[in-house]
T-cell receptor, first 114, second 113 residues
Framework: EPEVTQTPSHQVTQMGQEVILRCVPI?????FYWYRQILGQKVEFLVS????????KSEIFDDQFSVERPDGSNFTLKIRSTKLEDSAMYFC????????????FGPGTRLTVT | AQSVTQPDIHITVSEGASLELRCNYS??????LFWYVQSPGQGLQLLLK??????LVQGIKGFEAEFKRSQSSFNLRKPSVHWSDAAEYFC???????????FGAGTRLFVKA
């Protein structure tokens, strides 16, 4: 069964550094998403991406964050100048359809900012 | 604005006993509704979803959920819990034609022998 993959599984970075989290969505999916889950808290929507542009973003997704689909298979989340409070599990998801489509989640990348 | 409430932070059931996890949502129209399960350190696995039609939906691992519009609820049930069901369960809602999924705070299920 096709699945969403994410690399790395765990990333440790120092405060102020930039990190790039990588995702490979399911190949025939057209919609891509990032969510985050701070330890012990609920999963929160960050951003959705379709047709090479952001289709929706939350208030969390400020100028510190950016997303990109650099090629036909990868989908990345860049966090500039990381802060301690960026420590969280980041989940990538993809779906074939908008809204009605089931979102398939990757295993997540645990980001630890020290 | 859409929201999801899972009133129970954690629940403990005995192995073999039945299970019901509660979920209430707030949304102006019929939403898309989901239940996900997350084992410790793992990603989110979809258990089942409701888009339209029959209000009782069957999912994987023997789970089912019933959509009740009048109560704005989408409770998850399982007739007989197994120890391997111990995990965190998230109810979620998505807007028709929208992009994002809104998650509840989760209910942690403990299973005792």
């Amino acid at each position: 069964e096709p699945e969403v993959t994410q690399t790395p599984s765990h990333q440790v970075t120092q405060m102020g550094q930039e990190v790039i989290l990588r995702c490979v969505p399911i190949s025939n999916h057209l919609y891509f998403y990032w969510y985050r889950q701070i330890l012990g808290q609920k999963v929160e929507f960050l951003v959705s991406f379709y047709n090479n542009e952001i289709s929706e973003k939350s208030e969390i997704f400020d100028d510190q964050f950016s997303v990109e689909r650099p090629d036909g298979s990868n989908f990345t989340l860049k966090i500039r100048s990381t802060k301690l409070e960026d420590s969280a599990m980041y989940f990538c998801a993809s779906s074939e359809d908008r809204g009605a489509g089931e979102q398939y989640f990757g295993p997540g990348t645990r980001l630890t900012v020290t | 604005a859409q929201s999801v409430t899972q009133p129970d932070i954690h629940i403990t059931v005995s192995e073999g006993a039945s299970l019901e996890l509660r979920c209430n949502y707030s949304y102006g129209a019929t939403p898309y509704l989901f239940w996900y399960v997350q084992s410790p350190g793992q990603g989110l696995q979809l258990l089942l979803k409701y888009f339209s039609g029959d209000t009782l939906v069957q999912g994987i691992k023997g789970f089912e959920a019933e959509f009740k519009r009048s109560q704005s609820s989408f409770n998850l049930r399982k007739p007989s819990v197994h120890w391997s069901d111990a995990a965190e369960y998230f109810c979620a809602v998505a807007k028709t034609g929208g992009f994002k999924t809104i998650f509840g705070a989760g209910t942690r299920l403990f299973v005792k022998a």
